[in-house]
Structures are given as structure tokens and as C-alpha cells.
């Protein structure tokens, strides 16, 4: 290992003692299935969180490039 500079060794030093903790996965299936309407209502709703807002942008693009000229 090459020789560090004491400021840099002090800043390595948090880097060598991290625990990664380990992750339980099970391969049992759930303990309450979600129905086909649970999911596709799920789904539609996390579309819709990301497409409202990026609608919402791209319909008003001409009012924010008017309201940017300082």
C-alpha cells in the first residue's frame, strides 16, 4: 500500500470500518397475496406519479421559457 499523506490517511480512516449488513431474502411467497386489481391500481399509480409532473412541464414549457427573461 502506498505511502499517504496524514490528512489523507484521516480521511480513509471512516472508509475501513463500515458493516454492510446483510439482507434476508426468503424464497416463501407472501404472506398475503395482492389481488390482479391491487396490483394494476399500484401500477397505475406509480405511472401516474411520474407522468403527471412531466406533463405538467412539457404543457406549460412556453409559459416558463416567457416568465425566465430577467
Known amino acids: 500500500?502506498?505511502?499517504l499523506p496524514p490528512g489523507l490517511r484521516l480521511l480513509q480512516a471512516?472508509?475501513?470500518c463500515w458493516v454492510v449488513p446483510k439482507v434476508h431474502v426468503?424464497?416463501?411467497p407472501a404472506r398475503t397475496p395482492i389481488?390482479?386489481?391491487e396490483q394494476a391500481v399500484g401500477l397505475s399509480m406509480m405511472f401516474l406519479s411520474f407522468l403527471v409532473?412531466?406533463?405538467w412541464v412539457?404543457?406549460?414549457l412556453d409559459s416558463y421559457k416567457k416568465g425566465s427573461t430577467a
Open 1 to 3: 500500500m502506498p505511502r
Open 14 to 16: 471512516p472508509l475501513r
Open 26 to 28: 426468503s424464497a416463501k
Open 35 to 37: 389481488s390482479p386489481a
Open 53 to 55: 409532473p412531466a406533463g
Open 58 to 60: 412539457l404543457s406549460h
